[in-house]
């Protein structure tokens, strides 16, 4: 089966600048998330989705970050104005369905911001 | 706040030695634990998954669980230096998945 899918690969933006990524994730796969890596640390949930429905979204920075699925299938996170710290690999996550426990990720967005 | 505390490492080992990773976690509802193995500029993969007390054996990886001490190791024997990576241990608890910061694991030929 196809791979969970992210574009771009990489993205340098300048602060205060908007930018958008986007996932694909398995076919089939009901569950999605976005998790933020910083370097050295560990991936941080963002939000979580089942179908185009928000499950979690407590550790969003909203008054920045927004996300969507409308469809239920491809998913569009965005910041905007962008910081500093916002330098991260943004990882997609896809599960078959809610209470599945293994993570098929994506390859991940490398944002610097400058 | 539910953690998941990893050793940061570096961890080196020389090939064929056993490395020992470990992670302790916080939340005690915790039902799921898993270890992901991250290369360098990859995304991360799974690699084994534990979900009751004692040992699980996949080839030269052991993972092991004590819920009591809230303790989850992984052991990889014969270590080769296509392990050299990042390990991440991963706790899961009620659609909440948790990772710890991770430990870079060096096996030096």
């Known amino acids: 089966e196809a791979g969970v899918a992210q574009s771009p690969r ?71 104005p962008a910081k500093l710290e916002d330098s991260a690999v943004y990882l997609c996550a896809s599960y078959r369905s809610m209470g599945s426990t293994e993570a098929f990720f994506g390859q991940g967005t490398r944002l610097t911001v400058v | ?54 040992d699980k054996e996949d080839g030269r990886f052991t993972a092991q669980l004590n819920k009591a001490s809230q303790y989850v190791s992984l052991l990889i024997r014969d270590s080769q230096p296509s392990d050299s990576a990042t390990y991440l241990c991963a706790v899961y608890n009620n659609n909440d998945m948790r990772f710890g910061a991770g430990t870079r694991l060096t096996v030096k030929p």
């Not at chain 2, 634990?33 to 009751?52: A, D, N, T, V």
């Open chain 2, 1 to 54: 706040q539910k953690e998941v505390e990893q050793n940061s490492g570096p961890l080196s080992v020389p090939e064929g030695a056993i490395a020992s990773l470990n992670c302790t976690y916080s939340d005690r509802g915790s039902q799921s634990f898993f270890w992901y193995r991250q290369y360098s500029g990859k995304s991360p993969e799974l690699i084994m998954s534990i979900y009751s007390n004692g």
């Open chain 1, 10 to 80: 990489y993205k340098i933006i300048e602060k205060r600048q908007s930018v958008a990524f986007w996932c694909n994730p398995i076919s089939g796969h009901a569950t999605l998330y976005w998790y933020q890596q910083i370097l050295g640390q560990g991936p941080k949930l963002l939000i979580q989705f089942q179908n185009n429905g928000v499950v979690d979204d407590s550790q969003l920075p909203k008054d920045r970050f927004s996300a969507e699925r409308l469809k239920g299938v491809d998913s569009t996170l965005k910041i905007q």
